[in-house]
């Protein structure tokens, strides 16, 4: 094979991998129903949690990591500190981590969304043995918010059908 050649296969296979690595994430932080429509595995990050919800809202959607960081230093609760980093890794792609993070909390705190985003990990890591439907619809029974019912939904439908 000649040099032109191998060099125009090693750009195509950098190319992929870039474009791999860039794929971006199915979660999408809301503040409100009002923006949950299909398309994205929603969160409700509210006012309750955290007096700072809307700037880390727009710190997770837009992926700025530095900013993030910065915010939660000043956050003292040491259980939105782990929900808000286990969005943060649920956004990277990295469920284990996330699982583990969640583990730590009551799956009724945070308006049940701990229940459904553990669920989430479970579905992402590929684990076969849960009774995802069920599990779905635990977290839409245990909470009384609107939104967060409405979010259950929206998840067990991306597991289910892939969108």
């Not at 230093?73 to 990277?92: C, G, H, M, Q």
């Not at 308006?111 to 995802?132: M, R, Y």
């Not at 259950?152 to 969108?163: C, E, L």
């Amino acid at each position: 094979m000649s040099s032109f050649k191998r060099k125009i296969s090693f750009c195509v296979c950098t190319s992929v991998i870039i474009l791999y690595g860039c794929a971006p994430s199915l979660y999408k932080i809301i503040g409100d129903a009002e923006n949950a429509n299909n398309g994205f595995k929603y969160i409700l990050l509210s006012d309750r949690y955290t007096n700072r919800a809307g700037v880390i809202l727009d710190l997770i959607n837009e992926s700025n990591w530095a900013g993030f960081d910065r915010e939660l230093r000043y956050i003292s609760d040491v259980k939105v500190k782990n929900f808000l980093t286990a969005i943060r890794l649920l956004k990277e792609n990295k469920a284990a981590e996330a699982h583990s993070l969640l583990a730590r909390l009551n799956e009724e705190e945070f308006d049940c969304q701990v229940k459904v985003l553990k669920v989430d990990c479970l579905s992402n890591l590929k684990v076969d043995s849960v009774d995802f439907r069920n599990k779905y619809q635990e977290a839409f029974d245990c909470t009384t918010d609107p939104t967060v019912k409405i979010i259950s939904k929206i998840h067990y439908r991306f597991h289910q059908y892939g969108r």
